[in-house]
Each structure stands twice: as C-alpha cells, then as structure tokens.
C-alpha cells in the first residue's frame, strides 16, 4: 500500500514538473518564433533599403554622365560659335578698312589687314582642341569615378547581408541547440516513471 502510494505521488511531481517544463519550452519556443520574424523583419527592410540604394546609383552612373556630355558638348558648340563670330567680326571690320581709300593710301606695301598669321590659327585651334579634350577627360574621370562608387556600394551591401545572414544561422542554431538539450534533459524523467 505504501509503495502504491508513493508511486501515485511521485507520479504526480513529475506531471507537475513536465508541465511546467512544457510550458517553460513552449515560452521560448514562442520567443524564439517571434524574435525570428522580427529578425527577418529587419533583414526585409534592409533588403529593400539597399534596393533603393543600389537603383538611385544606378539612375546616378546612368543620367550624370549623359548630362554632363550634354553640357560639355554646348559649352564646345557656344565657344566654337563664339570664336567663329569674332573671326567674322574681325574680317569684317578689316575688310571695311581696306576698302577705305585712304586707309590704302596710307600703307600700301603693309599686307592686308584681313591675313592673320597662320601661327595665330593654329594656336586658336590648338586651345580649342586641348579645351575639347579637357572637357572629355573630365567625363570620362566622372564616370569612372561613378562606376567604382557603384562597385564599392554593391559590395558593401553584399557584405552586410552576409552578415546578417550569418548571425541569423548562428543565432538559431544555438537556441535550436539549446532546445535540444532541453529536451534531451526533460526525457529522462519520463523514461524513469515506474508503473503503479
């Protein structure tokens, strides 16, 4: 009778204890789905943060290099058209002095006015040529420096979803591991239960 009854007692403390070991399992099993779907929250709206990231520098190597040529090509078309109104200007102006009569008069063994000297020109030329070729070096510095800027953005958010990801496993491998023990710690005293 004595051994019937501590039986029935024993029994009922380990009931008591599974149960309280169930429900502390079932808290953690409950943090753990909730801090998992926080984390993957995060790692969401990190993801979409480096999306947008990486299309607005998209739309930065696309549009600025393109608007930067479309201002170095006016700036060349406005310089030659205004290099090419003062030598209009400057024949003109010469071309109507030598018609004077008396501007003839005056010198006429000095060559016409309207003759520049082709040094004159070709250094005209050359300034504009090293001006043009000035004005490409530097698009095609801004676009190099666009690309690499790009590169190393890309592979930063590379890295750091990487991460992310890593400690997501690391963390859940452990609190899984953790429950495992846990669980290998509650079956013993299920096992060991001896029938009334």
């Known amino acids: 009778m004595d051994q019937r009854r501590r039986s029935d007692v024993l029994q009922r403390d380990l009931r008591v204890l599974n149960q309280k070991e169930d429900r502390e399992l079932q808290h953690k099993l ?15 709206q990190r993801r979409d943060s480096l999306v ?28 030659t058209h205004c290099t090419d109104g003062r030598r209009l200007c400057s024949s003109l102006s010469h071309h109507k002095k030598g018609s004077d009569p008396v501007e003839q008069s005056r010198s006429v063994s ?17 300034i504009r040529s090293s001006l043009s070729l000035m004005q490409m070096k ?47 710690d509650k079956t013993p005293h299920e096992i060991h239960v001896e029938p009334p």
């Open 30 to 44: 409950n943090m753990l789905d909730r801090q998992y779907r926080y984390t993957r929250k995060m790692l969401q």
């Open 52 to 79: 947008k990231e990486q299309s607005r520098m998209v739309m930065v190597k696309v549009c600025e290099p393109k608007a930067t040529v479309t201002i170095a090509m006016k700036e060349i078309d406005a310089e």
């Open 110 to 126: 000095a060559p016409p006015p309207s003759v520049q000297p082709a040094g004159s020109v070709r250094r005209r030329g050359n």
């Open 138 to 184: 530097n698009i095609a510095t801004i676009d190099s420096i666009s690309e690499k800027e790009l590169a190393r953005r890309q592979q930063r958010a590379r890295e750091e979803m990487e991460k992310l990801r890593q400690f997501q496993r690391e963390t859940l491998h452990k609190r899984v591991a953790a429950f495992i023990e846990k669980l290998k």
